[in-house]
Every structure is written in structure tokens, then in C-alpha cells.
Antibody
Framework: QVQLQQSGPGLVKPSQTLSLTCAISGDSVSSNSAAWYWMRKSPSRGLEWLGRTYYRSKWFNDYAVSVKSRITINPDTSNNQFSLHLNSVTPEDTAVYYC????????WGQGTMVTVSS | DVVLTQTPLSLSVAPGQPASISCKSSESLLHSNGLAYLYWFLQKPGQPPQLLIHGVSGRESGVPDRFSGSGSGTDFTLRISRVEADDVGVYYCMQNSHLPLTFGGGTKVEIK
């Protein structure tokens, strides 16, 4: 049974970097058939895809245009997890952040409420 | 980007009555491989989205057969044949036929 467990701070100051981790159990971040996603949900923007990482003989990343200049998604094969780093955050980045696995998107992390405030 | 437009924005349904939610896409969701990657989720407060339907009409394991999905091209529908109290929440359609993955704006379902 595949599970995703998110961790990271719930409060980030403006201009700093938001960092979250998604630990995978029951599957591998290096799977040749899965991709690993970050999404978020906010009142102003609804549900929004942020980016993904996946391995197909080498690592690939895709990012949403809206955050492309500020986002990095990194796989961590040693700990079988992947991380989200979003720099130069503003209050507009306040949202509930989710990690998820593709395929049929039946597997999601529990969500992390992140508030950007001083 | 593909825009998914859901209607209605909200729905109030008496128990046992049917409900229907529409999801219209700004372009065809038919992928080059012949499949359409259109999903339906239900999100309840404090929970992540819960998969109901994948690939337009594939019911996720454990989802009651009261839920069904249909459609093709740009027009898709989620139907609940008999609404129950546990069906309350916000329903979202999502497409992954074209990058970026996009979501509809959501339909809030409540019980009368």
C-alpha cells in the first residue's frame, strides 16, 4: 500500500524559502513508471499544479510557468522522498500544499497548510 | 493551458435524488495515445482530494457504483444516481492529457 507523508514548517516569512518533503512508502521515487507531483490549494487560485519529478533512465522535472523561476523539486533516493523548494515567497504563496503520485492520482499526501507571514 | 469550466458552482440535493456536474474543457482531452486523462475528485474539509473517477469513466476501487463518469472530447459529466449524506463536499475535475495539469474550479455539493 503506497503512502505519502508530508513534513515541513507551517509558517514561512516573506522573501524566504518554503521547503516541504514528501516521504514515500510502498513505492520508489526512482520508479520508471511513476511521477511525483506537488500541488497546492488556495482560496484565490483554487487547486494548482506546481511541478513534478520523475525518473526515466535519468531525472526529469517539469514546473508550472507561474512559479518556474522560483521552484525546485528534488528527488532524494537515499531516503526515498522528494522535496519542494519555493523561494522568494509572498503572502500569495499561502496555501495547503499536497504531494501526489500520478498514474491515476489515487495517492496523495495529507496536506500541509503553509502561511507566509512575518 | 487547458481551462476546465465546471458547472454548477454549487448544488443542493435531497437525499436519494440524482445529481450531475459538468466539466467542459477549452480543448480536446484526447491524448495522442487515444486516451483521455480526465479525473473526478471529491474533497472534504481538512482532507486531500479523494479520487472517484479516472480515465473519464473508470471508477476507483471502493467508490460506490452510484458514481459514474462519462464524456469525450471537451465535455465530461459526473453523475451521482442517488445522493447520500456522505457525498457532501467539493467536487473537482482534473485533466492530465496536456501539460500543465489543470483543475476545474470546483462544485460544492450540499444536502437539502
Amino acid at each position: 500500500q503506497v503512502q505519502l507523508q508530508q513534513s515541513g514548517p507551517g509558517l514561512v516569512k516573506p522573501s524566504q524559502t518554503l521547503s516541504l518533503t514528501c516521504a514515500i512508502s510502498g513505492d520508489s521515487v526512482s520508479s520508471n513508471s511513476a511521477a511525483w507531483y506537488w500541488m497546492r490549494k488556495s482560496p484565490s487560485r483554487g487547486l494548482e499544479w506546481l511541478g513534478r519529478t520523475y525518473y526515466r533512465s535519468k531525472w526529469f522535472n517539469d514546473y508550472a510557468v507561474s512559479v518556474k523561476s522560483r521552484i525546485t523539486i528534488n528527488p532524494d533516493t537515499s531516503n526515498n522522498q522528494f522535496s519542494l523548494h519555493l523561494n522568494s515567497v509572498t503572502p500569495e504563496d499561502t496555501a495547503v500544499y499536497y504531494c501526489a503520485r500520478d498514474g491515476i492520482f489515487d495517492i496523495w499526501g495529507q496536506g500541509t497548510m503553509v502561511t507566509v507571514s512575518s | 493551458d487547458v481551462v476546465l469550466t465546471q458547472t454548477p458552482l454549487s448544488l443542493s440535493v435531497a437525499p436519494g435524488q440524482p445529481a450531475s456536474i459538468s466539466c467542459k474543457s477549452s480543448e480536446s482531452l484526447l491524448h495522442s495515445n487515444g486516451l483521455a486523462y480526465l479525473y473526478w475528485f471529491l474533497q472534504k474539509p481538512g482532507q486531500p482530494p479523494q479520487l472517484l473517477i479516472h480515465g473519464v469513466s473508470g471508477r476507483e476501487s471502493g467508490v460506490p457504483d452510484r458514481f459514474s463518469g462519462s464524456g469525450s472530447g471537451t465535455d465530461f459529466t459526473l453523475r451521482i444516481s442517488r445522493v447520500e449524506a456522505d457525498d457532501v463536499g467539493v467536487y473537482y475535475c482534473m485533466q492530465n492529457s496536456h501539460l500543465p495539469l489543470t483543475f476545474g474550479g470546483g462544485t460544492k455539493v450540499e444536502i437539502k
